[in-house]
């Protein structure tokens, strides 16, 4: 069972930056995509960004598109969200999770992920 550690979360004013981690014991998920999604109070959990198996493939949120970077250390068996800029709106819990199939695609649909991190809160205000 893989078990997923999110870390990097925290509270910014508005124009700051954070970086999100997202590091794997048990199993190592170099052959899998992984997403961050994040989830408001009151908001439906969405994907914010993804990355594929390689790295070689991302998607981004048309939200946070020129602002977040996603990129993964297979070899660290970690994914990182670098989240610059950020709003107000930014405000959320994100959450990492890693894709039940091998070399599958980045996928908006919850059900494609079977692993979680925690949650990671990021607050965004002045």
């Known amino acids: 069972q893989v078990q997923l550690v999110e870390s990097g979360g925290g509270y910014v004013q508005p124009g700051g930056s954070l970086r999100l981690s997202c590091a794997a014991s048990?199993?190592?998920?170099?052959?899998?995509?992984v997403g961050w999604f994040r989830q408001a109070p009151g908001k439906e959990r969405d994907l914010v960004a993804g990355i594929n198996w390689s790295g070689g493939s991302t998607y981004y949120a048309d939200s946070v598109k020129g602002r977040f970077t996603i990129s993964r250390d297979n070899a660290k068996n970690t994914v990182y969200l670098q989240m610059n800029s950020l709003k107000p709106e930014d405000t959320a819990v994100y959450y990492c999770a890693v894709a039940k199939l091998s070399y599958a695609s980045v996928s908006s649909d919850l059900s494609e992920y079977d692993t979680w991190g925690q949650g990671a809160q990021v607050t965004v205000s002045s």
């Open positions: 048990g199993r190592t998920f170099w052959s899998y995509a």
